[in-house]
């Protein structure tokens, strides 16, 4: 059963970088026509997609926040990250990370809660 | 971007009604349209994909019709463990986007 675990810092300082990894068991990264992406959702409100990054490293990303972000893969650890710069608290947030396949997100990480605060 | 739009944005009701919600996108997105059903302090549960299809467990109550610019979500008889909040969402551009959700409490 596939399964994913996001992990990273609770919180983080306004200005600063938000980083998380999601850690795929149960199956490859590396298997074809799977993307691996994030999508957020604010204390109270809807779900916001991110973006996602194919095995061999294409990406695509929200164009609201693509000067900030940055999606990577480590197919050696079975991991894929988020780097998300200059926070404000408009970025206070469940980020899930979620596997994708021709646009449908089947597998969910529990998510992990991500507080800007000083 | 494409702009999902759900209504109603809640319903009240009862053990055993049939529930039907709506989402709307700003241009036409074929059948790229998702549904999922996510309860309080857990994760987005994919229930239907491609407008129409039934994800693997889903209960047979759950529907889903439509393509284009017009979906519907349909639950046939609403089960206590049905109440949550519901999303659509679509996958037809570069930019997936996600309806405002659409939440369903016990009458």
């Known amino acids: 059963q596939l399964q994913l675990q996001e992990s990273g810092p609770g919180l983080v300082k306004p200005s600063e970088t938000l980083s998380l990894t999601c850690t795929v068991s149960?199956?490859?990264?590396?298997?074809?026509?799977?993307?691996w992406g994030w999508i957020r959702q604010p204390p109270g409100k809807g779900l916001e997609w991110i973006g996602s990054?194919?095995?061999?490293?294409?990406?695509y990303y929200n164009p609201s926040l693509k000067s900030r972000i940055t999606i990577s893969v480590d197919t050696s650890k079975n991991q894929f990250s988020l780097k998300l710069s200059s926070v404000t608290a408009a970025d206070t947030a469940m980020y899930y990370c979620?596997?994708?396949?021709?646009?449908?997100?089947?597998?969910w990480g529990q998510g992990t809660l991500v507080t800007v605060s000083s | 971007d494409i702009q999902m739009t759900q209504s109603p944005s809640s319903l009240s009701a009862s053990v055993g009604d049939r529930v039907t919600i709506t989402c709307r996108a700003s241009?036409?997105?074929?059948?790229?349209l998702n549904w999922f059903q996510q309860k309080p302090g857990k994760a987005p549960k994919l229930l239907i994909y491609?407008?129409?299809s039934l994800h693997s467990g889903v209960p047979s109550r759950f529907s889903g019709s439509g393509s284009g610019t017009y979906f519907t979500l349909t639950i046939s008889s609403l089960q206590p463990e049905d109440f949550a909040t519901y999303y659509c969402?679509?996958?037809?551009?570069?930019?997936?986007?996600f309806g405002q959700g659409t939440k369903v409490e016990i009458k």
């Open positions: 969402q679509q996958s037809s551009s570069t930019l997936w986007t």
């Open positions: 241009q036409s997105i074929s059948t790229y």
């Open positions: 990054i194919y095995y061999s490293g294409t990406t």
């Open positions: 491609a407008a129409s």
């Open positions: 979620a596997r994708s396949v021709a646009g449908v997100s089947d597998y």
């Open positions: 149960g199956g490859s990264i590396s298997s074809s026509s799977y993307y």
